[in-house]
Nanobody
């Protein structure tokens, strides 16, 4: 199983970024995928998840601002992040559970105020 996240960067508050996670090595289309984040000095926390059928879950702090989606033909999951805030600054990780927990390397998102 491999998860490769990309799309992070530096953006001003109020701006947008789109993260991508390319997956391989498992039955992507039927597996739940998730985005997590870890800010400096804090624990890793869930941001959003999406099932193989497209059902989504969002943590309260991103509802209305972030959108998780997937393209099963491309084995890729996305996180569209709008109206970014300084508190969204973190390393963002792609995750799936396939017998074991698998994590991508993470991509840094920095929001300047």
């Amino acid at each position: 199983v491999q998860l490769q996240a990309s799309g992070g960067g530096l953006v001003q508050a109020g701006g947008s970024l789109r993260l991508s996670c390319a997956a391989s090595g498992f039955m992507f289309g039927t597996n739940e995928m998730g985005w997590y984040r870890q800010a400096s000095g804090k624990q890793r926390e869930v941001v959003a998840t999406i099932t193989g059928d497209g059902d989504t879950y969002y943590e309260e702090f991103v509802k209305g601002r972030f959108t998780i989606s997937r393209d099963n033909a491309k084995n890729t999951v996305y996180l569209q992040m709008n109206s970014l805030k300084s508190e969204d600054t973190a390393v963002y990780y792609c995750h799936t559970l396939y017998g074991l927990d698998y994590w991508g390397k993470g991509t840094q998102v920095t929001v300047s105020s």
